[in-house]
């Protein structure tokens, strides 16, 4: 770690942004474990990514909490435009062990399992409510943001309560009865209220787009997070649909015909909004392409935001395959799943290297001395609009 003037510096340059590595990690091992050709070996493997996610999240929580124990700057990461939109990646990354835990232990009847997946999904519920509704907040009332700098990370506040209503519906899968129906109950407010929002979100972000053009180089993989919400989103829907179709004709009998028509809407609006994602999908391959035809992309930590969203993409396309049973969907799932894991391979391998000379820390270290210009030393607490003039 010759990049760095001290090893203190990895604390000081640990970021957020790192929780984005679990988010990535995880999915993956979520989606071999839901292959559409499933082969055993895919199923070892996928349990050793789920264990190397596990290690990496409680990593990056013990790093993160002394960092913060450390310096104390929660508050200079809060009122920071672009550190805390990454505070929303760390209950989607709690989100990938609890749905990674169900499938992997789901098969085998483990008895503890479905109450330890349903306390950490009600912790990763309360964790992705409070990024929904303390960042945008501060977005609208104590952050500075200008139009031309707002990248796609705009959205991620709102992405953690709609990988919370999939998660829940995964959950709700290995319960019955009451609990689980207000599993899916919830999960469902989850989902209108996260996907509401990033829609709107989006329109702000595209409308930046027409007027500036593509993001710098350094942050042109943001351009895929558009793609997180939308594939997650008719992912959840559809799993919502099933669960609905399976609980509310004996939980809620008063409205036993719902559950049927929940389980058609979400298929009908889970292919919409996948078809809305692959316009996503061609126009940030296409700004990757465009940005690399005109210079060289340096690696940064944004590169991993290239694998969520693609898996997210995968993942609800895999859902439409077991839906409908069309052999297109099947096939696509299928490359889309080894494109994106031969890619997570290749950023897990740069990530390590440049992690290992200390670029990655050092880099998040500028960012963390900047933070310091956030928040003045006469802050008034009583009146905290001054502070930001």
């Not at 749905?99 to 232990?105: I, Q, R």
């Not at 009451?178 to 929002?197: D, E, P």
């Not at 069309?326 to 894991?341: E, N, Q």
Request: charged share 10%; with cysteine; aromatic share 14%.
């Amino acid at each position: 770690m010759h990049k760095l003037e001290s090893r203190s510096d990895i604390i000081r340059g640990f970021s957020p942004a790192w929780f984005i590595t679990t988010m990535g990690t995880g999915i993956i091992g979520a989606l071999l474990i839901n292959f559409p050709y499933r082969t055993p070996a895919l199923q070892y493997i996928s349990w050793g990514i789920s264990l190397v996610n596990l290690t990496v999240f409680l990593a990056c929580c013990v790093l993160f909490s002394w960092r913060l124990i450390r310096y104390r700057d929660f508050y200079s990461i809060l009122m920071h435009p672009q550190q805390s939109m990454l505070l929303g990646a760390i209950p989607m990354g709690l989100c990938t062990l609890v749905v990674c835990l169900v499938w992997t232990l789901k098969p085998y009847n483990v008895p503890w399992m479905p109450v330890l997946a349903l306390v950490l999904w009600c912790i990763d519920v309360v964790l992705s409510v409070m990024s929904f509704l303390v960042i945008p907040f501060l977005v609208t009332s104590h952050q500075k943001h200008v139009l031309e700098t707002v990248n796609a990370t705009l959205l991620l506040p709102a992405v953690p309560t709609i990988v919370a209503a999939t998660g829940g519906a995964i959950v709700a899968s290995v319960h019955n009865g009451g609990v689980a129906t207000t599993i899916v109950t919830i999960s469902y407010m989850l989902w209108a209220m996260g996907m509401g929002v990033a829609m709107l979100l989006t329109i702000v972000y595209l409308i930046r787009l027409v007027l500036f053009k593509l993001p710098p180089k350094e942050a042109i993989a943001t351009a895929f997070i558009p793609l997180g919400p939308f594939g997650q989103a008719s992912y959840g829907i559809q799993l919502l649909g099933v669960q609905a179709a399976r609980l509310f004709p004996t939980e809620l009998s008063q409205i036993a015909y719902l559950g049927d028509i929940l389980l058609s809407i979400g298929f009908f609006v889970g292919l919409m909004i996948w078809s809305l994602a692959t316009w996503w999908f061609a126009h940030a391959v296409y700004s990757m392409v465009y940005t690399r035809v005109h210079g060289k992309i340096p690696f940064n930590l944004g590169w991993w935001a290239l694998i969520f969203p693609i898996s997210t993409f995968a993942a609800s396309t895999n859902s439409l395959w077991a839906l409908t049973g069309y052999t297109f969907f099947r096939v696509l799932a299928s490359f889309v799943i080894v494109g994106v894991t031969l890619l997570w391979i290749s950023i897990v391998t740069l990530t390590i290297c440049y992690a290992w000379t200390g670029e990655l820390f050092k880099a998040a270290t500028v960012v963390q001395l900047e933070l310091k210009d956030t928040v003045p030393e006469d802050f008034d607490s009583e009146n905290p609009e001054e502070c930001l003039e």
